[in-house]
C-alpha cells in the first residue's frame, strides 16, 4: 500500500469495509483493520486522534433534559465497540443521562440486524419490548429490526429523504411524538 495516495490509500480502505460489510463483527473492531492493514498503531491511538470530531446535535441535551425530567429511563444501544461508544458519551458530555450503554459487538458479541440483541437488552432491563423505544439513524438495524419484535422505532433521518409515521428528522421531533402519544 505504499506510494499510494492519500484517494487511492481510502477507496482501497472503503473497498475493503465493503468486503467485509457492516453486517459482520470485524467491519467494527479496529484491532482488525490495523492487523489487516498492517499498521503500526494502537486502537486508542486511532481514537485518539479523531476525538475532536465527536460531537453532538443541537438539540441533543435539550431533548435528553426533557425526557428524563418527565422520568423517562434512557439507555443506548450501539453497534459501536466499548472504547469508541465510551470516548463518544465522555466527549459528548451526556453520560448522565443514560442509565445503562450496550455495545451489541462488544456486550455480546452481536450485531444489532436480529432481535436477538433487542431481546437481551429488554431482559437484562427488565421491560417487555412493548414497553420500549427506540431511536436511531439505521433505517435496518435500528427500525425494522426492533420492530419486528414489537418496539416502537422511530428512524431518525436527518436528510430529509424519508417521511411517515415513524419517521423523524430530528430528536427534538422524537419528543413531540412521544408527548403526543404516537
Not at 486511532?46 to 428524563?68: K, N
Not at 413531540?176 to 402519544?181: E, H, V, Y
Request: with cysteine.
Amino acid at each position: 500500500m505504499h506510494g499510494l495516495t492519500f484517494e487511492e490509500a481510502k477507496s482501497f480502505v472503503t473497498r475493503e469495509y465493503g468486503k467485509v460489510g457492516r453486517e459482520r463483527l470485524e467491519w467494527y473492531d479496529l484491532s482488525y483493520w490495523i492487523g489487516k492493514f498492517g499498521l503500526h498503531v494502537s486502537p486508542k491511538e486511532i481514537l485518539g486522534s479523531f476525538q475532536h470530531r465527536i460531537g453532538i446535535f443541537p438539540e441533543v441535551t435539550e431533548v435528553l433534559d426533557q425526557l428524563t425530567s418527565v422520568g423517562v429511563r434512557l439507555i443506548i444501544v450501539t453497534n459501536a465497540r466499548r472504547e469508541f461508544a465510551d470516548l463518544e458519551i465522555e466527549k459528548t458530555k451526556i453520560g448522565p443521562y443514560f442509565d445503562r450503554v450496550f455495545s451489541a459487538t462488544s456486550d455480546f458479541g452481536l450485531i444489532k440486524k436480529t432481535p436477538d440483541i433487542y431481546k437481551k437488552v429488554c431482559s437484562i432491563c427488565e421491560v417487555i419490548p412493548k414497553e420500549m423505544v427506540h431511536v436511531g439513524d439505521d433505517q435496518c438495524f435500528d427500525f425494522e429490526v426492533p420492530k419486528k419484535l414489537g418496539i416502537e422505532a422511530f428512524y431518525l433521518d436527518r436528510t430529509g429523504r424519508n417521511s411517515g409515521q415513524s419517521v423523524i428528522h430530528s430528536l427534538t421531533e422524537l419528543g413531540q411524538k412521544l408527548a403526543a402519544g404516537t
